[in-house]
């Protein structure tokens, strides 16, 4: 039985914003998953645009709810669907996929994918999320973002949405029943799969600009980072930002 009810549609500006609708108009069932074929304004962390092309992306907004789920157990369901997507991406063929803290999935040093994750509160627990997730699949080329890249790019190979939606389903499936097991052996596996992990980046605090080693996350999401005086520091997003 899916956990998933998936409605397809064509256009849509956004299919986060499309079930926040559904969620204040009460119509939100857990499950829900809308794919749209197009997003014109699709969304990205910090509202930033999440660009795609027409029935080449998978863009993807799914409704859970939960039962007891502490805000401060947030950044696992981060966690689980970054590594789900990690998953799905090994399954069809690529060979190299890093998570780009905190929301950004890499293939090489190129932007692949991302997600976007927004929590309802009540009581200090996450009764339900939207999950946004869009990756570029069946991309040929990318005019004026030399940063970004598709699946199609790397492994040379067109691949239907559909075959990585239901991979990626069956993942996000067996997942979601991580949430209430060892947190920590999923910031560990999180970690391991850092892009730049164990190695020298750029990094900018407000005006100031350092160079950090990434050594991991902790269990609340934070960036741990090795200074250059050997000194280990966690940041979380909103205080730093990855220079590339």
């Not at 559904?22 to 990205?44: F, M, N, P, V």
């Not at 929301?103 to 190129?110: E, R």
């Not at 939207?130 to 691949?159: D, H, Q, R, W, Y």
């Not at 947190?183 to 950090?212: G, R």
Request: proline share 1%; glycine share 6%.
């Amino acid at each position: 039985m899916s956990l998933f009810n998936i409605i397809k549609l064509d256009a849509i500006s956004s299919t986060n914003d499309y079930l926040k609708n559904k969620y204040k108009s009460s119509s939100c069932k857990d499950g829900d998953l809308i794919w749209a074929k197009e997003q014109t304004r699709g969304k990205g962390q910090r509202e930033k645009r999440w660009l795609s092309q027409k029935g080449k992306s998978l863009t993807i907004s799914i409704y859970k709810e939960f039962d007891k789920f502490k805000v401060s157990n947030s950044f696992i369901l981060n966690a689980i669907i970054s590594l789900s997507i990690v998953k799905t991406l090994k399954i069809i063929g690529l060979k190299e996929v890093r998570i780009k803290w905190p929301n950004d999935i890499m293939s090489g040093n190129k932007k692949l994918g991302g997600i976007l994750i927004e929590n309802f509160i009540k009581s200090e627990l996450i009764s339900s999320s939207i999950i946004g997730i869009g990756l570029n699949i069946n991309e040929e080329k990318f005019k004026n973002l030399p940063n970004a890249t598709s699946l199609f790019m790397e492994i040379n190979k067109k691949v239907e949405l559909n075959k990585i939606l239901n991979i990626l389903i069956d993942e996000l499936f067996s997942s979601f029943y991580l949430l209430k097991d060892n947190q920590n052996s999923i910031v560990k596996i999180y970690s391991s799969y850092l892009w730049k992990h164990n190695t020298l980046n750029d990094f900018k605090q407000k005006k100031y600009q350092f160079k950090a080693k990434v050594k991991g996350v902790n269990s609340s999401g934070n960036l741990i980072l090795e200074m250059s005086d050997g000194s280990i520091s966690d940041f979380n997003s909103n205080e730093i930002k990855m220079i590339y």
